[in-house]
């Protein structure tokens, strides 16, 4: 049973357009993570989305919590190819000492 | 400052051999994680240490997986009669303390079996 579901698989856009990808779990959770992974190298943290309702903004990324703690979102705005890589939700339950569960990701191309 | 480092980055071998793979966590971290990304997944936890120990180890996938951190610091990852669905990616984390600190991950090794 896949815990998180990220959509859409992948994604290919041109430089300068919007997007938003989407993370959803059947299961409340009490943080989600958003990391960001480029080829040959390990998931880097972007943001950790604690409570419900939460936005929080990294530059041209804003990334919002589900009132529900079930679902998060990621929207990029005006993208450029260096946002160019694979987005990953990991989510960590109410325990707190649990390694993290990831999403598939989506993969995102950006074409200059 | 120095991240997690795993070696070797690349690692060919055949079906039936024994293979281990290395992983230096964040200097001073205590805890350490295994994964394993297979194409087309995002990381899947094979096992956990909080200082020498096994906190939790329920990831990995039969008796064929071993992992050790004899010192709290260096972790090795172990594969006994290598299959060819073991070629993946495996990945090691480390964090400051525990589970609900920041992971920080390694650039992996990749795993293949022929």
């Known amino acids: 049973t896949q815990l998180l579901e990220q959509s859409p698989q992948f994604l290919s856009i041109q430089e300068g357009e919007n997007l938003t990808v989407y993370c959803n779990s059947s299961?409340?959770?009490?943080?989600l993570q958003w990391y960001r992974q480029e080829p040959g190298e390990g998931p880097v943290l972007l943001v950790t989305v604690v409570t419900g309702g939460e936005v929080k903004k990294l530059k041209r990324l804003t990334f919002q919590f589900g009132d529900a703690r079930k679902d998060s979102s990621l929207h990029i705005t005006a993208a450029q190819p260096g946002d160019t890589g694979l987005y990953l939700c990991a989510l960590q339950t109410f325990s707190g000492n649990t390694p993290l569960v990831f999403g598939k990701g989506t993969r995102l191309s950006v074409i200059a | 400052g120095a991240g997690v480092s795993q070696t070797p980055s690349n690692k060919v071998t055949e079906k039936g051999k024994y293979v281990e793979l290395r992983c230096d966590p964040i200097?001073?971290?205590?805890?350490l994680y295994w994964y394993r990304q297979s194409l087309g997944q995002g990381p899947e936890f094979l096992i956990y240490?909080?200082?020498?120990?096994?906190?939790?180890d329920s990831g990995l996938p039969n008796d064929r997986f071993f992992a050790v951190r004899p010192e709290g610091s260096v972790s090795t990852l172990k594969i006994q009669r290598t299959e060819r669905g073991d070629s993946a990616v495996y990945l090691c984390?480390?964090?400051?303390?525990?589970?609900?600190?920041?992971?920080?991950f390694g650039p992996g090794t990749r795993l293949t079996v022929l």
């Open positions: 200097s001073g971290h205590t805890a």
């Open positions: 240490f909080q200082g020498t120990g096994a906190a939790d």
């Open positions: 984390a480390s964090s400051r303390q525990g589970a609900s600190d920041t992971q920080y």
């Open positions: 299961s409340v959770f009490s943080s």
